[in-house]
């Protein structure tokens, strides 16, 4: 999946369909199928992290989810995450920052919230905040924004040497299908909560968006920290995306169960005699 | 299943048979089945609670876990909780208190990690550990320690009225449930980074931590934040009644969907003219 879905040099957002589904030809059923598959070994490769990240050295994983409203961030949250053990994960949704964050530099929220070792870091929305809807709404001179596409780079490399490795997702839909998402929630009263007047205003901004997440794309797309663009319109697809490219992630860095710090011999002597 | 398990005036721990299952006499079978089928219903009221907090002032939920180890407060985190969108949860494993913590006041760090409105919040272990661990060993002065009580019902009753509603387990194993447990963790080459050498010096306790355990019972159970003793020897019951008093809870409380803070006509116009 990460092949069929990485950005390489020159990829144009606007070549990738929303609707299509990389590397997969099944329909929603066998993707259903899929994902529950292999929830047994995506549990036993987060615990293996988990108890090889014990010691406090050991290594991490933090997935970025980055998208436009309602293109299904909290879904796979909800179905890809939720299947794996709360335990080892640590989830952080940014909202606009506060005024104290405000007053720092803008990857000082971002550090806080980096996964302790041993632990999957799921960010929801992300440090790229801060070159998307900041850029488009230029709530920061151009000189600032500019610069930061750079310190992000900087930053990122510096996580991933202290043994994180970033899963950088950028979901991709639509605007008609984004249209369809928030009809939904304007028709039914159980979802009216997730309606904000404000959605309407960030969608006529759609084309300043598309060129934003088009510079996010050209200049922070790295060998070491390479986005994956995941095509959204079809949720279950989305799902199944992200939970492979979570599943890939884990098996290449292949977690070993750590041996006994103590003397299992002395141990079963010693509990035996209570 | 919460009138079955609520300790009442005069409890004795020493009377709760560990193997026994109150309020149930399925099998391990029949409780899994219950348990799934119920997972929807559980998912919906977590998503009203979340949904009515998001003004800022709803209400909270807050599931204390206690007991000693092995008692399997892990697998129910992981199988009871696990079940719920990660996004409308807080998890909290309280360790050792650091030196910074040991610094403050005992209950300092407990309300950092407070639920906040619409969340689930989940202790593993919690401010009981002041009166448990910390008692038996001496780690403050008698004088300090039976303070607490007090002090800890004081603080319950505040955080009861700013509207968390508190589920206090105990889980109670058997000391041989408990010695076959760490056999497995010795004898199981996967398991072994969940053994400690200390574990056996605390079982060796196990006479003085009942004592304590008995003491919480007496001293905190009180009308507005009670403590549900669960039987922990099957593993089963215990995911079962803990799934259960969570949701006899949340239904108690019955959150219903915000009504929406803005014209929904209008918003639909709008929406249709982009």
């Not at 996580?159 to 979901?171: A, D, F, N, P």
Request: charged letters at 30%; hydrophobic letters at 35%; proline letters at 6%.
């Amino acid at each position: 999946m990460r092949e069929a879905l990485r950005v390489e040099p020159g990829t144009l957002l606007a070549d990738i369909d929303p609707r299509s589904t990389p590397a997969f030809d099944g329909d929603k059923e066998l993707a259903a199928e899929i994902m529950a598959g292999v929830d047994e070994e995506l549990a036993d490769l987060q615990e293996r992290l988990y108890a090889d990240g014990r010691d406090g050295d050991g290594r991490s994983v933090l997935l970025v989810i980055q998208g436009m409203d309602t293109s299904g961030k909290g879904g796979i949250i909800r179905h890809v995450i939720g299947a794996v053990d709360p335990q080892g994960v640590e989830l952080t949704a940014f909202k606009a920052p506060t005024a104290a964050e405000k007053r720092k530099p803008f990857l000082w929220r971002i550090r806080q919230a980096l996964p302790k070792p041993g632990y999957i870091g799921v960010f929801d929305r992300s440090q790229y905040e801060d070159v998307l809807i900041v850029r488009v709404h230029n709530l920061v001179p151009p000189s600032t924004w500019s610069r930061r596409y750079g310190q992000i780079n900087t930053f990122e490399k510096s996580v991933q040497s202290k043994g994180t490795t970033l899963i950088k997702v950028m979901l991709r839909i639509s605007s008609e299908e984004q249209k369809a998402r928030l009809q939904e929630r304007l028709d039914r009263p159980d979802k009216h909560w997730k309606y904000n007047p404000g959605d309407v205003d960030e969608r006529e901004l759609w084309p300043a968006y598309e060129e934003a997440y088009q510079a996010v794309v050209d200049k922070t797309s790295t060998d070491d920290a390479p986005w994956y663009v995941v095509p959204a319109d079809r949720k279950w697809y989305a799902r199944l995306a992200v939970q492979q490219l979570l599943l890939e992630t884990l098996r290449d860095l292949d977690p070993q169960w750590p041996s006994a710090t103590y003397d299992v011999d002395v141990e079963k002597e010693r509990l035996a005699a209570t």
